[in-house]
């Protein structure tokens, strides 16, 4: 009887636990339910918040991409500080007046000549054209090309004379040519006093040699023109010829590669000059940093180009001489007065030239103290 009992005690035992563990297993379901029930509704509304966030958004974007013109500017190096430095100074004034400029070349894969991404904003029929030009016939038919289609063209720092462009953008290349040759009669008489010590001991006086670096391609009359205010400085402040002697080394500027071989092959012939002169930046960062390779820091006195960060860095360490600092963002300013004073008026004035300052070892803090003030 006891047996039976025990027996019967363990069966409703077991049959409990099955409907604890049914129960259980019920209330896990639930719980799962109601937990993809509320996820599913949080995933719903925080997704409709952020759909109705991004068409907001996309809504303002639409809005402000609204504009009145599109420019396009056309360098020959759209990556360098120099030509970035410029196209900022053109965008923020555009700006300021609902119109859009597009750095051509920098959102189109592949490198591309000037002549190239011309045809490209010709054939887009842009409102306006800014561009880095030179005396090359193909250059000066695809400006008078853009004219006669009736987008006017700015010359941008390299000018194209037989073209109908509507101005010109550039520098006083004489007046960098005169700060050169002032730089130049520095050193010279720096050296004269080592000189004199030297004529003493060898009974003659040394010869300064001067290298101008001169792009193998270009046409650009700008260099001649600073080469010219060089020579005339030089004479203005009665350095004789016997104290110095200037020569054109060309540089080959297919690619930057091709720069820095042909700078280093300066160094490898038995004369290297005393004074190296460079008319861009790319030849400047190139020149100091061939100076450091072959361990001529204070040998090679160079005269650089712009004031990207590390020439300056390079003034400060006396690897540079001194460097000409261009005003780019005001080049990139008068790019867009040029082309609004056209629409607006329909004419404008011919030629715009941008501020330079030179920088040295004297000036090199109080410049760097500046920039950071302005910042």
């Known amino acids: 009887m006891s047996c039976s009992f025990l027996s019967a005690k363990i069966q409703f035992m077991g049959t409990q636990d099955k409907a604890e563990k049914a129960a259980e297993k019920l209330n896990n379901q639930k719980y799962l339910l ?43 190096n759209y990556k360098s500080d120099f030509w970035q430095s410029v196209y900022k100074g053109a965008f923020d004034a555009a700006k300021d007046q609902n119109i859009y400029v597009d750095l051509l070349g920098q959102n189109i894969g592949g490198d591309y000549t000037c002549e190239q991404l011309m045809k490209v904003a010709i054939a887009s029929q842009v409102d306006g054209i800014i561009v880095f030009a030179n005396e090359n016939t193909e250059i000066t038919d695809l400006i008078n090309e853009a004219v006669e289609k009736g987008i006017p063209v700015i010359t941008l720092y390299g000018d194209s004379t037989n073209s109908k462009r ?28 080592e000189d004199f010590i030297e004529s003493e001991k060898m009974g003659h006086r040394k010869t300064m040699q001067i290298a101008v670096l ?28 016997s104290e110095f002697s200037i020569s054109i080394v060309p540089i080959d500027n297919t690619n930057a590669f091709s720069v820095e071989e042909s700078i280093r092959d300066i160094f490898l012939n038995e004369s290297i000059p005393d004074v190296i002169v460079c008319l861009n930046e790319l030849n400047t960062v190139c020149a100091y940093q061939a100076v450091v390779d072959f361990n001529k820091v204070g040998d090679v006195n160079i005269l650089g180009y712009y004031n990207s960060e590390a020439i300056v860095s390079a003034i400060e360490k006396d690897v540079v001489y001194a460097t000409i600092s261009i005003d ?17 008026y329909g004419n404008t004035s011919e030629y715009f030239t941008a501020d330079i300052t030179l920088i040295n070892k004297g000036n090199v803090a109080e410049y760097l103290q500046k920039e950071e003030t302005d910042e």
Do not use: H, P
């Open 328 to 344: 780019t963002q005001q080049m990139g300013q008068y790019c867009i007065e040029a082309l609004s004073d056209y629409y607006d």
């Open 166 to 193: 509507l101005s010109f953008v550039g520098v006083g290349s004489y007046n960098i040519g005169r700060e050169y040759g002032r730089q130049i009669f520095n050193i010279i008489k720096e050296k004269r006093r």
């Open 34 to 76: 109601l937990t993809t029930v509320l996820f599913t509704l949080a995933t719903l509304v925080v997704g409709a918040l952020v759909f109705r966030y991004y068409m907001a958004d996309l809504g303002k974007t639409q809005e402000v991409t609204e504009y009145d013109k599109y420019y396009v500017m056309i360098t020959d």
């Open 214 to 241: 001169v792009n193998t391609d270009s046409q650009d009359s700008g260099q001649n023109i600073i080469i010219s205010g060089l020579q005339e400085t030089l004479e203005q402040e009665n350095a004789t010829n």
